[in-house]
């Protein structure tokens, strides 16, 4: 299911104050790193998760390994992973995040096995979607063509 209630994606980009990001890039111009800037930005503590950067700085958080590194509670696993790719990386989370509320898997990103997986654990799942953008949108921050870059300009 990708047809979700602005009702539901508002209490979950609500009440979420913890989000591990997997498949986060050190590198600006990926959407994994702008959507987990704007995360932190907005005061979600963002734990970034990446093999090939572990142990170097993002965000004030030390870049982990895997999520059976994060020693804290987490509300929502944002996933920037290709689709065949999920169904291990839930079941890692369900095991090592006890209190894991929401699973989101990023535009593009479905996978029926992972959604099962987790919602016969009580976790709520949102494929195919975008919590920057869904953000922008249900609390006013989207602007002409969708796009809320924080990016402005002098030369205007």
Request: positive net charge.
């Amino acid at each position: 299911m990708t047809d979700y209630s602005d009702a539901l994606l508002r209490r979950i980009l609500t009440e979420t104050k913890v989000v591990a990001v997997v498949g986060v890039s050190l590198n600006p111009v990926r959407p994994s790193y702008y959507v987990a800037r704007y995360l932190s930005l907005k005061g979600y503590k963002v734990i970034p998760i990446n093999p090939g950067h572990a142990g170097e700085r993002l965000f004030g958080q030390v870049v982990r390994h895997d999520l059976t590194e994060i020693d804290e509670r987490v509300d929502m696993l944002d996933v920037f992973r290709r689709s065949e790719a999920v169904p291990p990386i839930v079941e890692t989370a369900l095991e090592a995040l006890p209190g894991l509320k929401t699973v989101w898997m990023q535009i593009g990103v479905q996978n029926a096995e992972a959604r099962a997986m987790a919602e016969a654990r009580g976790v709520t799942v949102i494929e195919n979607r975008c919590p920057k953008i869904e953000y922008q949108r249900l609390f006013g921050e989207l602007r002409m063509g969708g796009f809320a870059t924080g990016i402005i300009s002098s030369k205007l």
